[in-house]
Structures are given as structure tokens and as C-alpha cells.
């Protein structure tokens, strides 16, 4: 399956469905919820015919068990959702964790809770990724702002989930799913393979040390994998009883992704230095982007990433600001580990320009919020 | 092929209790597919949770031990991504048939060409004893006191009327049958599903007067009626318990086409 | 061929008790290494594979206990004079 080259006018989720074409994904598994469905129409029309397989599924739980099912087959897979279905995962995210089991999920985030918002835009499920199934682990989570990194996201997700055997994020929403706008797909795009089990090659997938990520044991090539959600031992021995097994597994799951915070976080500075920064993520940067771009007594530290949490840096523009402003379409989430680590740099002052209903803040709202703060 | 090339013998003695069904359904797995000759690399076990769903584990060959309910929604991710490779589900009534019934008849009805082998102990096992979709009625677990007053579902029949392709139902009573029933599902093409009915003396024998699995299995013998001889196929065997009885053997055995073959998939390499 | 009890594998169900046509086996009356009454073959010669080689017929007990605790072995001399 090749992936279109060149300049594309799109909508958001397609781009994200050219992204995941050319990452090499070959197994999609999808229920429909608006507003991320146009990822699965759009991967039932391109899968076809390639050695690809595109399935729909009774619901969002057997879409990320599916999806799971088929990375353990050694194919690069996805699966696509909403809120709801987004919450019906949890369980299944973690046991991904928990196996080290690439795989990349994109949650185009709609209003919530519960059936909240359908058609309106959100940023209410980025503690979800995080938090949302049970015990310790850590993801990995991107937050595209654009139609390109609807695209450039995508191919990252599967790069990094391929890298480091850890579930993906796509945190997409309404506003950037839908949005449509210029894609620019380069001749070489740089894809990254899974370390597998008996293979040795010159990859990017080697860097990181076999100690933090084990190599990955396809089936059916003999391995014997013995992969389970239980607490297991590197050789596979399940040992849900024993305390040492548990917390060194544990801790390395949180680790292989906490020390490599440099190599996954990603993020785009405007003014850099000046005395007011606004951070933000996703749609609800836009405004903040506008006003930055026009005013030089602000500036904008847009994260790309959300999950390892960006803190180097979110620390570095804390420490040169007077106050920083956080932008999010919810009532603050990301704003508490953004204050805690502005506060560690030294900036007490850190306020929120929270909006939910479905519209990301407006320029004016945002100047509107910065003339109160005494910013501008 | 030893038992014990087949099994991992270094996980025994395993972790089921003294007369579990399990073990016995484990014997016939292993003479069926080792009669077939078939290449134990080239297959993959999927488990969900429960005592039943452990036995991938103790398998020699790639297992994906899952989470609870969901192992056939795994296993179709997993054969449709591999093609080549065998696929057999091994599952408990509460993991196929409660929290997974979605999984499995939208399994049965896609018709992905892999064998689930439901071990049906009419009881959650793993967990100490309480009532299961197919617990019969009045009978007596740690969440039905005074026993059942629900009926129970018959998971054969669901099987068949959802669209798998081979479907039989034996008991831990009938390992010969059992055996030849499984060796039939793995060499069916599509959805094929053995169901097992299994004792499991420790939390649902010990509470309905047959703490001894020999009381089960005897139990079992009396229970059984050739689906043969059964008049009307869906009605008279719905009741399972005491008075009732156990409808064994074959139920279908049809050649729908499989999945694969419906999308193309095969020829993947 | 007879049947062979491994001490480190029964958990003394009873199942082969049971389920053997042809009593061969009887309920342990010590405890085994591995904390159970395991069974015994008391009687091998009444087995349906007494004396028989290559292929073999019944099965029951094996393919019955759940620890695969019992396998076939050849037989010695003086199981085969009984
Ligand atoms: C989502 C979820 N809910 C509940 C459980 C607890 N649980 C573990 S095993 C089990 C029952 C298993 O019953 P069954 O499938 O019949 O297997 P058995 O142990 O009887 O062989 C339950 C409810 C779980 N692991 N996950
Ligand atoms: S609890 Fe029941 S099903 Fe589980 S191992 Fe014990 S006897 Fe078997
Ligand atoms: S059936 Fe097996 S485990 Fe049970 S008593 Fe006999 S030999 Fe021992
Ligand atoms: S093969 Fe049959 S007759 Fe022989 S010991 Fe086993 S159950 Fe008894
Ligand atoms: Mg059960």
C-alpha cells in the first residue's frame, strides 16, 4: 500500500487517514461515532484491495482488542474513536500497556460527558488518555492542530508506539478533524519498525536500550510468547503474587516512556522570551497563535505532544516569563501539571482561559482574558 | 508428539484444582491436534480471564492470555493480521458467554476461521463460585443463596443460530467423543466452537451435593441425551439441570464461507 | 502396556477410580509428596491393554485425569505373567 505523494486540499481526518497509509498500517478496526467516523470510511476505501485488512466491529472494546490482537500477528495497526467509544477502551488500553503492545488509537474528542456534544469540538478526554484505565503506566500523546499534523501526528503516533511497544494517541477534536486545509505529503517520509525478536537491523527502533524496551516476539515465528496483562517476569513467568516482579515491571513500563521525555516530547515556540506566554495544545491554540503572532508582549508555547508531559519546555518558558496563560476546551486539565512545573520554574503566576461548548477561544477572548491578567 | 512437548511441563503440576475439568479437556486438546499432526509454531492460543482461559499459558507455542470476554475479538484481530496462522480460542462461560456474548456471536456470524473451545463449568470459577449465565436453575452459588431463579442460556444453540460453522457440545464425561469433535473444529474451515461441560467440584460441585468430581461426571452420564434423539432440537433441552438434561453431540457442521475468503485476505503473505 | 501413576502429578481426585471399567485403580490410603491421597493401579493385568502393543484401546483414565498424571509403560516380565 503506497501512500499518495504531494499537495492535497482535505479534511482533517482524511489527512489522518493518509497518514496512517503511509506509516505502513495494514489492520484497522473501527465503530462508528461521530465526529471521528470519516477515519474509518476513508480506511475502508483505501484498505481495499491492499494487504490491508479494514473491520468493522459490534463495538469500540473488540475494535481495540482486534487492533491488538493483530500488532501481536507483527502488523502495524489502528483503531479510531470518539468519547463514548473512548471510554469503553480504558480497559483494554491499559492491558496494552501492560503487554507492551503497539498499537496507535485516535480519538477525535468530542463534548462530554456521556453523549454530550456529538458534533462539537473538546478537549475533555486528555487525562482520559493518561489516566483512564487502572493502575500505573504512561502513554505517549499527540495533539495535532492542523490538517498537516492531522497527517504528521499520525505517522509520529505509529513511529513511537512501533519505538517504544506502548499504546499511541492521536488526541484529535472536532474542530481539527473537521477542518479543511492543505496537506503536503513528502517524498520521504521517515517510518519507524517495531525491534522485533531474531532480527537485528540498522533502525531507529535500536536506540533505545534492550533493557527499557524488549525486543518484540511475533507470533507464529517461534517464540513461545507467553503475553498476558498479568504481573509477568522478562522471561514470561506470570508472577501476580510476587512484589519485586511487579514493581520492577512497573516501573520500567513508566520508565522506558519518562526517560525518554526528550526524544518524544514535540512542540512549537512563537516569541520565545517575551514577558506573557500562553501554552496550549490542539484547536484551542489557534486564537492564542493569532494573538502571539500579532503581539509582541505575548507568545505561544504550542505543545505537539501532551503525554510524557512536555515538562522541559514547559520549565525553560516558566523560567524566562512574568505569567503564563493555559488555553484548553475543558474546565483544566492539562492547566494543574502545566502549573505544577511553571511553579518548580519559578512562575507563581499561571491562570486558565478554560472553554467548553464546542468553540475554541477566539482571539478577542484571549486578549480579552490577557487585558484582566494585565498582560497587554 | 509427547504430552509434554505439547504442554510447558515446567508450569506443573498446574494451578487447577484437584479433579477440575480443565485438565481433562486439556488431554483430549492435545490428542486432537497432535493426531492431526499439525505444526504447533505455526499456531497461536488465545485466552481470556478465568481458570478456563488460563490453559493457553501452559501451551507450548505462542500465547495471548487477554482480558476478560474479549479473547475472540482478539483472535480475529490476530488471524485476519496473520492469515497463516492457526487460531484457537479457549474461553469459560462467563468470559464467552456474559461478558463477551457480544464477541462471540458477532464471532460466530463473521465466521473468522478459528476454534474456541468453551469450557461451560456453569459457574465463575477463578473467582469462587458465583452464578454464571449458564448456572442452572435453582441451583446454588455464593450469588444465588437460595438458588437460581434465572435460566440459563444454551450456548450451542446460540452458536448455531449465529452462524458458526461446526458447533458440538460434549461433557468432561465424554472425552472420546470430545476428542473427535475437536479434531473436527480444527480442521474446519470458519467458526468452529466445542463447548465442554465441565465440572468444577470446588465451587459449583461443593454447593449442589457433588463435592466429589466423580458425583459430577456421574452426573454428567445421567444428564446426557444424544441430540439424535432429542424430538424438537431447540425447546426440550433449554432447562439444564437435574431434571432436565444435556444435549451432546454435534449441533452443525455446514461449510458457510469464512471471513477470509469473504475479503480476500488469504492470499496475504 | 500399563498404566503408571506419576506421584509428583496426582491430586488424588478419584477421577481414574471412577471412571476404569475395569477397576484397575483404587483410592490411595497415603499421603504422596505432593500432599495428597494419590491413587493407585491396583489391578493393571485387568486392563483392556494388557498385553497390548502398538495402538491402543480405551483410554479412559488418561484421557480422563486432569493432571496428566497417568501414562502408558511398557511392561515387565512379570506383569505380563499375570
Ligand atoms: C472486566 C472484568 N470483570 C471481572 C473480572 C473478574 N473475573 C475474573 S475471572 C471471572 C469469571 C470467569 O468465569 P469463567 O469464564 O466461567 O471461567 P472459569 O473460571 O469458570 O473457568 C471474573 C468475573 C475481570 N477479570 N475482569
Ligand atoms: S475453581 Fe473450579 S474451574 Fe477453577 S480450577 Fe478450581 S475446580 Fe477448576
Ligand atoms: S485421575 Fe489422575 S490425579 Fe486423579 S487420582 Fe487418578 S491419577 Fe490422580
Ligand atoms: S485403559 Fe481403560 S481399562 Fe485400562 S486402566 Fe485405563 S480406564 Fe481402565
Ligand atoms: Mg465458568
Redesign the interface.
Known amino acids: 500500500m503506497k501512500a499518495a505523494k504531494g499537495e492535497f486540499f482535505l479534511q482533517g481526518n482524511e489527512a489522518c487517514v493518509e497518514g496512517a497509509i503511509g506509516s505502513g498500517i495494514r489492520f484497522f478496526a473501527g465503530y462508528p461515532i461521530t465526529p471521528s467516523t470519516e477515519i474509518a470510511e476513508g480506511l475502508a476505501q483505501r484498505l481495499r484491495g491492499t494487504n490491508g485488512v479494514f473491520l468493522q466491529m459490534e463495538d469500540e472494546i473488540a475494535c481495540i482488542s482486534a487492533i491488538i490482537g493483530a500488532s501481536w500477528g507483527g502488523v502495524k495497526s489502528m483503531t479510531a474513536t470518539s468519547g463514548p467509544g473512548f471510554s469503553l477502551m480504558q480497559e483494554a488500553i491499559g492491558y496494552a500497556a501492560m503487554s507492551e503492545t503497539p498499537i496507535v488509537i485516535v480519538n477525535v474528542m468530542r463534548g462530554g460527558p456521556s453523549t454530550g456534544q456529538p458534533t462539537r469540538a473538546s478537549q475533555g478526554d486528555v487525562m482520559q488518555t493518561k489516566y483512564g484505565s487502572h493502575g500505573d503506566y504512561q502513554v505517549i500523546a499527540f495533539a495535532p492542530a492542523s490538517v498537516q499534523e492531522m497527517f504528521d501526528l499520525t505517522v509520529e503516533s505509529f513511529n513511537y508506539a512501533e519505538k517504544y511497544r506502548v499504546p499511541a494517541f492521536l488526541l484529535s477534536d472536532a474542530e481539527v478533524g473537521h477542518m479543511r486545509g492543505l496537506l503536503s505529503v513528502p517524498e520521504n517520509l521517515k517510518i519507524v519498525d517495531r525491534k522485533e525478536k531474531g532480527i537485528k537491523r540498522a533502525d531507529e527502533a535500536y536506540d533505545v536500550p534492550d533493557d527499557l524496551v524488549h525486543p518484540f516476539p511475533t507470533f507464529g515465528k517461534g517464540h513461545k510468547a507467553m503475553i498476558t496483562g498479568m504481573t509477568h517476569a522478562e522471561d514470561s513467568r506470570i508472577e501476580p503474587e510476587d512484589v519485586r516482579t511487579h514493581q520492577e515491571l512497573v516501573k520500567r513500563l513508566s520508565d522506558k516512556i519518562l526517560k525518554n521525555r526528550k526524544d518524544i516530547n514535540k512542540w512549537e515556540l512563537v516569541s520565545p522570551g517575551s514577558k506573557t506566554m500562553i501554552i496550549s495544545y490542539g484547536s484551542s491554540a489557534l486564537g492564542p497563535k493569532e494573538v502571539a503572532a500579532k503581539d509582541e508582549r505575548v507568545g505561544l508555547l504550542r505543545l505537539k505532544s501532551l503525554w510524557p508531559l512536555p515538562e522541559e519546555p514547559i520549565y525553560e518558558v516558566a523560567s524566562q516569563c512574568e505569567r503564563i496563560l493555559v488555553c484548553e476546551m475543558n474546565l483544566g486539565m492539562m492547566y494543574w501539571p502545566i502549573k505544577r512545573v511553571a511553579l518548580e520554574a519559578g512562575c507563581k503566576k499561571v491562570e486558565l482561559l478554560s472553554k467548553i461548548g464546542g468553540e475554541p477561544p477566539t482571539p478577542s477572548e484571549v486578549r480579552h482574558k490577557l487585558r484582566g491578567m494585565g498582560a497587554i | 508428539m509427547d ?2 512437548d505439547f ?1 510447558r511441563k515446567d508450569r ?3 494451578v ?9 479437556v ?3 486438546f492435545y ?1 486432537a491436534f497432535s493426531a492431526l499432526n499439525l505444526p504447533l509454531d505455526r499456531t497461536a492460543f488465545v485466552g481470556g480471564i478465568g481458570c478456563s482461559s488460563r490453559i493457553p499459558l501452559y501451551i507450548s507455542s505462542d500465547a495471548l492470555h487477554t482480558t476478560h470476554g474479549r479473547a475472540i475479538a482478539f483472535a480475529t484481530g490476530l488471524k485476519l493480521s496473520k492469515p497463516d496462522l492457526k487460531v484457537v480460542v479457549f474461553t469459560g462461560d462467563g468470559d464467552l458467554g456474559a461478558i463477551g456474548g457480544n464477541h462471540f456471536i458477532n464471532g460466530c456470524r463473521r465466521n473468522v476461521d478459528m476454534t474456541v473451545i468453551c469450557i461451560n463449568n456453569n459457574i465463575y470459577g477463578m473467582t469462587g463460585g458465583q452464578a454464571s449465565i449458564t448456572t442452572p436453575h435453582d441451583f446454588q452459588s455464593t450469588t444465588t443463596p437460595y438458588g437460581n431463579r434465572e435460566y440459563p442460556f444454551d450456548l450451542a444453540e446460540l452458536a448455531v443460530a449465529a452462524g458458526a460453522n461446526y458447533v458440538a457440545r460434549w461433557t ?1 464425561r465424554h ?2 467423543e470430545l ?1 473427535k469433535s475437536m479434531k473436527t473444529a480444527l480442521q474446519k474451515k470458519g467458526f468452529a466452537f466445542v463447548e465442554v461441560i465441565s465440572q468444577c ?1 470446588v465451587n459449583f460441585g461443593r454447593r449442589n451435593k457433588m463435592a ?3 458425583q459430577m ?2 452426573w454428567f452420564k445421567e444428564s446426557s441425551v444424544r441430540r439424535e434423539k432429542v424430538r424438537t432440537a431447540a425447546v426440550d433441552h433449554f432447562d439444564l439441570n437435574m431434571a432436565g438434561q444435556i444435549t451432546v453431540g454435534e449441533f452443525v457442521d455446514r461449510n458457510r464461507e469464512c471471513y477470509e475468503e469473504l475479503i480476500g485476505v488469504e492470499k496475504h503473505g | 502396556m500399563k498404566p503408571v501413576i506419576d506421584l ?2 496426582c ?5 481414574c ?3 476404569c471399567p475395569k477397576k484397575c485403580y483404587s483410592r490411595g490410603a497415603g499421603i504422596s509428596e ?1 500432599g ?1 491421597y494419590a491413587a493407585v493401579v491396583s489391578a493393571a493385568e485387568k486392563c483392556y491393554n494388557h498385553k497390548r502393543e502398538g495402538k491402543l484401546i480405551c483410554e ?1 483414565c ?7 498424571a497417568i ?1 502408558w509403560h511398557p511392561e515387565t516380565e512379570e506383569d505380563l505373567k499375570k
Open positions: 504430552i509434554f504442554y506443573w503440576p498446574h487447577f484444582c484437584p479433579g477440575c475439568g480443565n485438565g481433562t486439556m488431554n483430549c490428542r468432561t472425552v472420546h476428542t467440584p466429589d468430581p466423580t461426571l456421574e | 509428583r502429578l491430586k488424588g481426585c478419584n477421577v477410580v471412577y471412571i505432593l495428597y479412559l488418561v484421557l480422563s485425569c486432569p493432571d496428566q501414562s
